[in-house]
């Protein structure tokens, strides 16, 4: 039963296009991430919510816009998609990180391809 | 900012050998979390190890142990009994607890490990 699943896994999409990326965790945890790995594999966080609250939102293009439901997904919207954003994007989950055993627990990434 | 850098681009053991990977970060913080990720080919981001940087005890989770160095900023892993399996991207990290219930995690631009049997 996986606790971080996002979907989908492959996304090839055109330059201009407007895309989507849902991320759902069974965990319980309270907060969720999106992290971005470029071609060079240099992973970046981009956004954090907790308990649907934007917490962490790093210099990102307003074309990108998260959107919590509620605490268990954290979708990623992407408007008006460009070559730059051709990268592998993680969705994460953890508890209260003043917890001693605090970590994250990541989905297994969505390549997106923008053509 | 907190940075972490990790300085070997590549590196290869042998099967059964021992490999250390070393990593380095800045921060002007004291109370901080640790840690090493595997980044096998299947994509997985996997936990490795964590360090509490408040601990003086390095962390060990059964072939893979750190050297934590608060005062140099320094957080080696070190693999023993190195096997084909273990052969991945590694990613050190630096984790900043934040009062809003958040973790921001600043990622090294990773090592990649080989294994040759």
């Known amino acids: 039963d996986t606790a971080v699943s996002q979907t989908p896994k492959y996304l090839v999409t055109q330059m201009g296009n407007d895309k989507s990326i849902k991320c759902e965790q069974n965990?319980?945890?309270?907060?969720m991430y999106w992290y971005k790995q470029d071609s060079k594999k240099f992973l970046k966080i981009m956004f954090s919510?907790?308990?649907?609250?934007?917490?962490i939102n790093e210099t990102v293009p307003n074309r990108f816009s998260p959107k919590s439901p509620d605490k268990a997904h954290l979708n990623l919207h992407i408007n008006s998609l460009e070559l730059g954003d051709s990268a592998v994007y993680f969705c994460?989950?953890?508890?209260?990180?003043?917890?001693?055993?605090?970590?994250?627990?990541f989905g297994s990434g969505t390549q997106l391809s923008v053509l | 900012a907190q940075t972490v850098t990790q300085s070997q681009p590549e590196m290869s053991v042998q099967e059964a050998e021992t490999v250390t990977l070393s990593c380095t970060y800045d921060?002007?913080?004291?109370?901080?979390?640790l840690f090493w990720y595997k980044q096998p080919p299947s994509r997985q981001m996997i936990l490795v190890i964590r360090?509490?940087?408040?601990?003086?005890q390095n962390a060990t989770e059964n072939r893979f142990s750190v050297n934590f160095q608060k005062a140099a900023k320094s957080f080696s892993l070190k693999i023993s009994d190195s096997q084909l399996g273990d052969a991945a991207m590694y990613f050190c990290?630096?984790?900043?607890?934040?009062?809003?219930?958040?973790?921001?995690?600043?990622f090294g631009k990773g090592t990649k490990l080989t294994v040759n049997p």
């Open positions: 994460a989950s953890s508890q209260d990180p003043r917890e001693s055993n605090e970590k994250l627990f």
């Open positions: 965990l319980g945890h309270d907060t």
């Open positions: 919510y907790n308990n649907k609250e934007l917490i």
């Open positions: 921060t002007s913080e004291s109370d901080y979390y």
């Open positions: 360090q509490e940087a408040y601990k003086q």
């Open positions: 990290a630096y984790g900043d607890p934040r009062q809003g219930g958040s973790e921001k995690l600043v």
